[in-house]
Antibody, heavy 122, light 113 residues
Framework: EVQLVESGGGLVQPGRSLRLSCTAS????????MSWFRQAPGKGLEWVGF??????????EYAATVKGRFTVSRDDSKSIAYLQINSLKIEDTAVYYC?????????????WGQGTLVTVSS | DIVMTQSPDSLAVSLGERATINCKSS????????????LAWYQQKPGQPPKLLIY???TRESGVPDRFSGSESGTDFTLTITDLQAEDVAVYFC?????????FGQGTKVEIK
């Protein structure tokens, strides 16, 4: 059974850093692009960034709103994708979701984790 | 950025009736080499993550009831829910994954009349 489990969220002060984890199971993690999205309370969905699989270079892309502060990385040996968030802002308050993409079949976002809530407040 | 515009923002439909949600992209999301529109529909219930219903604009995800269907015409896309059930109460989003930044419609809230 495919599972994606996010963790690492919590209450953080503005300006601090946080690292979120997305632990995957039930599929060959190394074959997939892993992406992060977020959803502010009562708002819509926003793409944050993704990391390609090693076979596609393991490169990353980010939304303009977070570029320079957010970093997506992966550890294929542990089947974990990470989202490092630096210089947290109030507007980063959201539920953060991870999801997957299988590039060779162009199958996008078929599984999502339950999300982890990040609250930025002083 | 590709702007996705959904309509209506909300609608109330009687049980067993049809719900129709529209989504328009500000530019083409057709991946010409595959001849597929990179457009997805999601259902989201309170406190839950989005659930993929439809991808490539009209392909139903495995396990999704066949009362959910997607259609496409150029840059106009439609999600239709026939025979609306109580469990279909949710917010529905369209999303383009043709080019980054991947963008979503603002969502349509479906309720029971």
């Amino acid at each position: 059974e495919v599972q994606l489990v996010e963790s690492g969220g919590g209450l953080v002060q503005p300006g601090r850093s946080l690292r979120l984890s997305c632990t995957a199971s039930g599929f060959n993690f190394g074959d997939y692009v892993m992406s992060w999205f977020r959803q502010a309370p009562g708002k819509g969905l926003e793409w944050v960034g993704f990391i390609r699989s090693k076979s596609y270079g393991g490169t990353t892309e980010y939304a303009a709103t977070v570029k320079g502060r957010f970093t997506v990385s992966r550890d294929d040996s542990k089947s974990i994708a990470y989202l490092q968030i630096n210089s947290l802002k109030i507007e980063d308050t959201a539920v953060y979701y991870c999801t997957r993409i299988l590039a060779v079949t162009a199958k996008y976002f078929d599984y999502w984790g339950q999300g982890t809530l990040v609250t930025v407040s002083s | 950025d590709i702007v996705m515009t959904q309509s209506p923002d909300s609608l109330a439909v009687s049980l067993g009736e049809r719900a129709t949600i529209n989504c328009k992209s500000s530019q083409s999301v057709l991946y010409t080499s595959k001849n597929k529109n990179y457009l997805a529909w999601y259902q989201q219930k309170p406190g839950q993550p989005p659930k993929l219903l439809i991808y490539w604009a009209s392909t139903r995800e495995s396990g999704v009831p066949d009362r959910f269907s997607g259609s496409e015409s150029g840059t106009d896309f439609t999600l239709t829910i026939t025979d609306l059930q109580a469990e279909d109460v949710a917010v529905y989003f369209c999303q383009q994954y043709y080019s980054t930044p991947w963008t979503f419609g603002q969502g349509t809230k479906v309720e029971i009349k």
